[in-house]
T-cell receptor, first 114, second 110 residues
Framework: DAGVIQSPRHEVTEMGQEVTLRCKPI?????LFWYRQTMMRGLELLIY????????DSGMPEDRFSAKMPNASFSTLKIQPSEPRDSAVYFC????????????FGPGTRLTVL | DAKTTQPNSMESNEEEPVHLPCNHSTISGTDYIHWYRQLPSQGPEYVIH???SNVNNRMASLAIAEDRKSSTLILHRATLRDAAVYYCIPSGGATNKLIFGTGTLLAVQP
């Protein structure tokens, strides 16, 4: 298996632009997580899905952030409009239904908002 | 969520054992203790987890105190590739969310 796939790996954009981050979980996994990592705040859980349904979005910073999971093999995290303080590394992780909480992380997307 | 206390940093020599401590005095009775690590410029990766008994796998061993208020991750022979930030995370219940703290930055000297 290729593991969790994220795209793009790097994104540089200007303030005010829309940004879409993409994630393909490991096939067969039924839970998907989006995290954000910055030097100041560390690794934060933004939202997670179970069977494509958002279960907990309490970590989403504000309305500019939205996440979707239209099917079991794809999820997006969208920021609109983007701001410089959104600059961070965004990780996606997936988890198998039969594995107690072993999450598999993707390589991350490094986002820079100028 | 249970709070954890880990040393900010530790150093080890290559091929020597490393004991990484974690205090989690507010852990609930049903929380498992998870350890993840994050190598430079990579996403976190699972290391090991346990509930009450000590656990071993190919990567490490986990020693859990009898009162479950602390645990120790043991790397039996540190290699340069083990240099990473190690996170101790109590988690469980219906959601099994992982809440990452600041972790311990392990440096391994050749």
């Amino acid at each position: 298996d290729a593991g969790v796939i994220q795209s793009p790996r790097h994104e540089v954009t200007e303030m005010g632009q829309e940004v879409t981050l993409r994630c393909k979980p490991i096939s067969g996994h039924n839970s998907l997580f989006w995290y954000r990592q910055t030097m100041m705040r560390g690794l934060e859980l933004l939202i997670y899905f179970n069977n494509n349904v958002p279960i907990d979005d309490s970590g989403m910073p504000e309305d500019r952030f939205s996440a979707k999971m239209p099917n079991a093999s794809f999820s997006t995290l969208k920021i609109q409009p983007s701001e410089p303080r959104d600059s961070a590394v965004y990780f996606c992780a997936s988890r198998d239904r039969g594995t107690y909480n072993e999450q598999f992380f993707g390589p991350g997307t490094r986002l820079t908002v100028l | 969520d249970a709070k954890t206390t880990q040393p900010n940093s530790m150093e080890s020599n290559e091929e020597e054992p490393v004991h990484l401590p974690c205090n989690h005095s507010t852990i609930s009775g049903t929380d498992y203790i998870h350890w993840y690590r994050q190598l430079p410029s990579q996403g976190p990766e699972y290391v090991i987890h346990g509930l009450t008994s000590n656990v071993n796998n190919r990567m490490a061993s986990l020693a859990i105190a009898e009162d479950r208020k602390s645990s120790t991750l043991i790397l039996h022979r540190a290699t340069l590739r083990d240099a990473a930030v190690y996170y101790c995370i109590p988690s469980g219940g219906a959601t099994n969310k992982l809440i990452f703290g600041t972790g311990t930055l392990l440096a391994v000297q050749p």
